[in-house]
């Protein structure tokens, strides 16, 4: 999910700044927090939201849990997977499929 590249690039970008002592995992899910609120944002008024700003706030949002997962030694792909897998039993194809309704409701 996350290339060893971006990994790398994050690291030396928190490790220069000597950031990483402020990265607890509660500051590092408070700040997914923000910034997915700073994306819903861009949306606030309209569906037509300005592209490069919804660029630019999804990298935060990405970076913060990247940064949140490395420092609690998870694999983004593995919990990302267990999770899809745990999803798709709560809702089945044949009951799911095209609408929106939660899984206790279908």
Not at 10 to 19: I, T
Not at 31 to 53: M, P, Y
Request: with cysteine; proline share 2%; charged share 35%.
């Amino acid at each position: 999910m996350t290339s060893e590249q971006v990994k790398r690039a994050l690291h030396e970008f928190v490790e220069e700044r000597d950031w990483a002592q402020f990265h607890s995992p509660a500051n590092l899910a408070k700040s997914v927090s923000i910034e997915a609120a700073e994306l819903l944002e861009c949306f606030q008024w309209s569906d037509d939201a300005d592209a490069d700003r919804v660029r630019e706030e999804l990298a935060d949002v990405v970076t913060y849990c990247i940064l949140l997962a490395d420092k609690l030694g998870l694999d983004l792909d593995e919990i990302v997977l267990e999770k899809l897998r745990a999803t798709a039993l709560k809702y089945p194809v044949d009951r799911a499929k095209g609408t929106s309704a939660k899984y206790d409701a279908l």
